[in-house]
């Protein structure tokens, strides 16, 4: 799907969760040409980071900056970070993930929207060429700091990462790119919503529970195209997220 495509699919999504938060300040990266601030209409203070792009109007405090490295942010800054389509370009997003973790306040919040690889199209193109649609090999255009995809996610493995970097309450939110639009899709994915669905069931606890039904749920087996929203612990230390950025 071509990204101005794929950003017609998060976009609404990303502005309607900044509506439904109301934070006074957001870390946009990467920034771009400042799409974000512009679509929410938001009062809030806008930051951002990117290593192409520079400083988009009405954005408080800007770095040029490579986001595979540690973020030039001060702790425990933000009410909201917002990465759109980009921790798919990123060689170590679980460093990333934990700077975001770092820059948020206890309690805050990180929207995350990145391709789908769990689409069936997506799945299908993996098993006819071993690639998938956007992640074709790089040899001979290998460069750090390119427009590359180097990272592809379903909703499990982002999941995985955000867990690992020390987010909680993470939830998948509904797209309108969700439903499959052909026959053949639906039979795909459906060995795959079932399975995910009957080990919903047994789950042992509400987190594993709550998990599978997103595992389940059409916008992480048909979407081609995820938002995901997690939360920074409420309770957690400054110490302890200075720690998490340097492992």
């Known amino acids: 799907m071509a990204d101005d495509t794929l950003h017609k699919v998060y976009m609404p999504v990303v502005v309607g969760e900044i509506a439904r938060l109301k934070p006074d300040t957001i870390l946009d990266l990467p920034s771009g040409n400042g799409w974000l601030r512009r679509a929410s209409g ?12 520079g400083r988009p109007d009405g954005y408080t405090d800007f770095w040029q900056a490579d986001l595979d490295e540690a973020l030039p942010i001060t702790s425990e ?41 769990w689409a069936p199209s997506s799945k299908l193109k993996f098993l006819l060429r071993g690639f998938f649609p956007g992640f074709p090999s790089l040899v001979g ?24 970097a020390g987010f909680e309450a993470i939830r998948l939110r509904e797209t309108a790119a ?7 899709e639906r039979l795909i994915g459906w060995p795959q919503a079932a399975y995910c669905r009957r080990k919903a069931r ?46």
């Open 202 to 247: 047994k789950a042992g606890t509400d987190e594993e529970r709550v998990y599978w039904r997103d595992a389940a749920s059409d916008e992480a087996v048909y979407g081609r195209a995820m938002v995901v929203v997690a939360r920074s612990p409420a309770d957690q230390p400054a110490s302890a997220a200075r720690t998490l950025s340097m492992m």
């Open 42 to 53: 938001s009062a809030a203070r806008f930051d951002g980071v990117d290593l192409f792009e």
């Open 141 to 164: 255009r290998i460069e750090r700091g390119t427009h590359m995809h180097v990272s592809p996610f379903s909703f499990p493995w982002l999941y995985l990462y955000l867990r690992l």
């Open 178 to 184: 969700r439903k499959p639009r052909h026959f053949w």
């Open 77 to 117: 800054t933000y009410d909201l970070i917002v990465s759109c389509e980009g921790v798919e370009h990123l060689g170590n997003p679980l460093l990333f993930l934990r700077e975001c973790l770092r820059g948020l306040r206890p309690g805050g919040t990180l929207i995350v929207t990145t391709p789908n690889i």
